[in-house]
């Protein structure tokens, strides 16, 4: 099974990326376009997983949730991973230092179940849309979007399973553990 760990998101928040990616989607010629229920920030791909993997999955997060409390981020800004003319568009969140030690804290337990540790550096992002072909430029899309700079709340981490039913892809949550409250 192809799988991910990641920060869910609440139904206000995804409304309000939904919202921003209507924005987008009225400035672009194409675009294969994220499902509102299917929204998240990514912390780890771990792509193909067996189901023997999955309790060192369990225990690594369940090690990094009570290692790590809850907190907020803030949407930000829209942002492009670009490559040629098409590209990633997607919602950025101000720089958090409690982000970035749940990443790390979250690294060290995989690697202690065995997993690979990420080669890349956290860029927290949620993807709205890949493929993505603007009419006129990214800059000018970038410009013209409004992102209202909503606080996220950040109270668990959930190991997801990515899975394909007909064309549609669907982000099945496996197991979801609560940070701290401390």
Not at 37 to 42: A, D, G, L, P, R
Not at 112 to 125: I, N, T, V
Not at 148 to 164: A, M
Request: net charge positive.
């Amino acid at each position: 099974m192809r799988a991910f760990i990641a920060i869910p998101l609440k139904e206000d928040i995804k409304q309000t990326l939904f919202d921003i990616q209507q924005q987008c989607r009225q400035r672009s010629k194409k675009g294969n376009f994220t499902e509102k229920e299917n929204f998240h920030m990514t912390l780890h791909f771990l792509g193909e997983v067996t189901t023997e993997d999955i309790e060192d999955l369990k225990q690594a997060i369940y090690e990094t949730a009570i290692r790590n409390r809850a907190f907020t981020l803030t949407l930000d800004k829209i942002g492009v991973f670009q490559r040629e003319e098409k590209g990633v568009v997607w919602v950025g969140t101000e720089q958090n230092k409690i982000l970035f030690r749940l990443f790390e804290s979250l690294q060290k337990g995989l690697t202690k179940q065995g997993f690979a540790r990420d080669r890349k550096k956290l860029s927290p992002h949620i993807t709205l849309a890949r493929e993505v072909v603007p009419y006129g430029s990214f800059i000018q899309m970038q410009k013209s979007v409004v992102v209202e700079q909503k606080q996220i709340e950040v109270d668990c981490i959930t190991l997801f399973e990515s899975v394909r039913i007909g064309r549609k892809l669907l982000y099945q949550p496996i197991f979801t553990e609560m940070l701290s409250k401390k």
